[in-house]
Structure formats: C-alpha cells, structure tokens
C-alpha cells in the first residue's frame, strides 16, 4: 500500500487530503503542519513515505526548505507541491518535487498525480 | 573674508530657493550663506561660526562630516548624499564641492535641498506597495485555501453518491459552511485592518463590560454549537480604549472556538488588577478548552499583516487584528498553556491594559 505524508498547516485540508487518500486506498502515516514537523515525522518513520504531499507557505519552515532537507536525506520519497504560490513552482522543481499543483485543484488532478507517481515507484532494496 | 563679493556666483547663490552655505575644512567657520537660509536662520551673526553648532547643534564636528571625502579625493566632481538632520527633523540632499575661495584657499561649497517630503512620499509608497503585497498574498494563499477545502468537500459530495456509505456527507457539508464563515471573517478583519492602518480614533475611558457583553452575543447568535462562556471578576472597569475593543474581545472568543475538537466549547474570562515594576494593569484571560498553541507558535500567531511576518500562521487574521488594536492601546498580548507544559489542554491568552 501506497504510504503518504502529508504537510499542510490548513487543516480543513488536512483533513480533506485525508479523506480523498483514504477514497484511493492510500495509507497516511502522518500530518504536520509546518515543514520542521514533517521534517521530525520523515526522520522518525520506521518506513519512509513513499508520497509527501507539501505546501509551502507554513509557519518556521517552508515547503521549499523543509523539501531540501527532506531531499538530502532520502531521495526515494516523491514530493507532491500543492501550494496556492505559483511562484515557488520552479524552484520546488529544481529542489527535487516530482510534480506541483497549484490550488485549487480537483482530486482527480491529486489522483492523477499519484497514480502516475505510483507507477514510478521502485520496491526499496 | 565675511562678504561674498569676491565671488562671481554671489547673485546667482543669492537668488536659489535652497540652502547654501560655504564653510572653512579646517576650522569649520561658515564663510558665506545665502539669503534663504539666513533668512531662515533668523540669526545676524553667522558668518564666522562653526557650522556644526549653527546646523547641527553640536559641540564638535558632525560625525558624519564630508570634508574628508571631499577633500580627500582628486576628483572634482560635486559629492551628493542625503541626511536627516535631526536638530530640525528634516531629509536633505546634500551637494558638497570644493571650490576656491577668493584668497585662493580650497574651501566647502554644499547646497541642501530639502527632500523631507520627497522621503515622506516614498514612505508612503513603500507602505503601499506592502498593502499590495499583503493582499496579493492573501488571495494567493488564504482565499484559495478556502476555495480548496470547498471545492474538494464538494467534489467528494458529488462523488459520494456514488458510493454513499463511504463518507459522512454532513461533515462534509459542514467544511463548505465553516470555510465560507472563515471567508466572510476574513474580508471583515482586512476591512478592520485597513481600517487600523488609514484611521486614527481616539482612546476614551470605556467600560470592559460593554463591548466584551456584544462580543459574546455575537458568538452565541453566530455559533452553531453554543460555547460556554464563564466570568469571573468585575468587568465594571474602565480603560483607555475605542470602538476596536469590542473586535478584541469577539477575535479572541472566535479563536477559542475555532481551534477547538471538544464538542463544547468552553471559555472562562478572568478579569484582574495587577500591578508590577511597569505600573497597574488591568489583566484579562481567556481560557479555553481548546487545541492549544503549540510553543513554536506562541509569537508567530499574532504577527500577521501588511509588515507581514513571512513564517506567520497562515490562517485567519484575527489574532494580528487583535495584537494592532492592542498596540493602540498601549496594552500586551502573549499566549501561555492552560496547563503548564501542556499546550494540548486548552490556551490562556492574557492581556495586559494600562490602569486609566
């Protein structure tokens, strides 16, 4: 199964992300709300995500920042954009995010996205 | 050497609607001054004073005198830079050049152009272009978080029936209401704001009881789920404040009932003197039973507005609305647990009002 993170600080989305995942069959490990959070969460899961959905604009550290970092620790994990900022989307790209999505989007625009990510994915060795 | 009659440019310097004078480097005496700035000196016996005195009011040369650079370099191009010449409160642009003075000496030309209003206008422009920024921002996260929450909740209504036991279409419904009471909130505290940045009401002796008793009527006429609130003390107390308090009190209490799972929200305000090495205060709490404020959090909630603090919470405006209004009050705001060490137990956000 298909495990997600996801890092939002709004949490009607949150909660709405979780929904939609749960509809795919997706398993969500865990939720932050600021990028040093997800960057606690990432470190401290026994499996890492397979899937990050991240925002940018979030209290202490950013989409971006937390991204890099994430990065430079694990590059299996394939982050998904989802941002109202449009001007981040190239750097998010340049940083290592797979895809960007520009709010607000469909679920089918999510689905899409993570279905194709899924196809990606290679099992760990 | 007291007279500019030597000088060709005499009449011309006479006639400039700007301030001129010609100093000494090496002594610091004014040499010459044209007629609108001895005229706005109001003073006959210049000639032959030190300019720091006359200009700056000082007892030694400026510390940012120009002198060095003017004569210190080969080229005699002028030297132009501005100052804000804090003796009389005004921004000047500053022409220095060396010229020769009738006995042959090299001496300080400067013209000083009064760009006060220049500077004012630029202020104003910046702070502007800030107010743009910040509803730019706005609309590019908040608005389309909103529109996000609703148009997924909507699209998952939609989709639900084709598979009706899957989801709990009410909640979903429900998202769609609170995010359009949280649209709706959010045009009316960029209203207020921008109301706190362009007017300025006076402060009057005002009665706590007043505004805070409509602020709870507007809680509990807008609520679905009635919160309860507690009151402890006597709220016949009178503050400096305006016709903003009330928008403390009604934030403050939509806060606690916003950031909240519990399935009744409760709210207990506490009113108290105190008084410290600062003075008297009048002391206000709101406790609630809500999600808590985690510790990171605790400052970057109330920093949001248009000197907008890029890692601020993103959601709402309510609690930058409430610290701006406070700021006018000369009061303080600071978020602390309900329980000590336990964010998740509820918030006690308390205020201190300067005693009237």
């Not at chain 1, 982050?79 to 190239?90: E, L, M, Q, R």
Request: aromatic fraction near 8%; charged fraction near 30%; hydrophobic fraction near 40%.
């Amino acid at each position: 199964m298909i495990k997600v993170l996801i890092v939002e600080d709004d949490y009607s989305i949150q909660d709405l992300y979780k929904v939609i995942l749960k509809t795919l069959g997706i398993e969500v490990i865990g939720a932050a709300d600021n990028g040093e959070e997800a960057i606690k969460l990432f470190k401290e899961a026994p499996i890492k995500p397979d899937i990050i959905i991240m925002d940018h604009r979030m209290p202490i550290k950013n989409g971006i920042e937390a991204t890099k970092e994430i990065v430079s620790l694990y590059n299996h994990t394939k982050i998904i954009f989802a941002s109202a900022d449009i001007t981040v989307k190239k750097r998010a790209l340049e940083i290592g995010a797979v895809a960007f999505l520009e709010k607000p989007f469909s679920i089918s625009t999510l689905r899409n996205e993570i279905t194709k990510i899924s196809k990606q994915l290679k099992p760990i060795q | 050497m007291n007279s500019l009659k030597d000088i060709k440019f005499k009449a011309i310097f006479d006639k400039i609607d700007e301030p001129i004078y010609i100093s000494d480097p090496e002594t610091y005496e004014i040499l010459y001054m044209n007629d609108i700035l001895r005229n706005a000196l109001k003073n006959e016996k210049i000639i032959g004073q030190k300019c720091y005195q006359i200009f700056q009011n000082l007892d030694s040369p400026c510390n940012f005198c120009t002198n060095n650079i003017l004569f210190g370099k080969k080229s005699t191009s002028p030297y132009i830079w501005e100052h804000l010449n804090t003796h009389l409160n005004r921004w000047y642009k500053c022409i220095d050049q060396v010229i020769e003075w009738h006995d042959g000496k090299k001496v300080r030309f400067e013209m000083a152009v009064d760009i006060t209003n220049l500077k004012e206008s630029e202020s104003n422009y910046r702070e502007a272009l800030q107010r743009a920024e910040f509803f730019k921002d706005l609309f590019a996260h908040d608005v389309n978080n909103i529109l996000q929450s609703i148009y997924t909740a909507s699209e998952l209504i939609r989709d639900n029936k084709k598979n009706p036991e899957m989801l709990d279409t009410n909640d979903l419904i429900e998202i769609i209401l609170n995010q359009v009471i949280r649209g709706a909130r959010l045009v009316s505290n960029v209203r207020l704001l921008s109301k706190l940045e362009e007017t300025e009401v006076p402060l009057k002796k005002t009665l706590v009881n007043d505004p805070l008793k409509s602020a709870m009527s507007i809680i509990q006429k807008d609520c679905s789920e009635k919160p309860i609130i507690e009151l402890e003390g006597n709220f016949e107390k009178k503050i400096m404040a305006n016709e903003f308090l009330v928008h403390i009190f009604e934030n403050l209490l939509i806060n606690a009932i916003e950031h909240n799972d519990q399935e009744i929200a409760k709210i207990f305000i506490k009113i108290s003197e105190i008084s410290n090495s600062e003075g008297d205060f009048l002391k206000m709490e709101f406790k609630d039973n809500g999600k808590g404020v985690m510790d990171g959090y605790k400052e970057l909630i109330f920093n949001r507005g248009f000197r907008d603090d890029k890692r601020s919470k993103s959601i709402g405006l309510g609690l930058s609305v409430v610290k701006k209004i406070l700021d006018m009050y000369n009061a303080r705001i600071w978020v602390e647990d309900k329980v000590q060490g336990i964010p998740s137990k509820g918030s006690n956000f308390i205020i201190l009002f300067p005693k009237s």
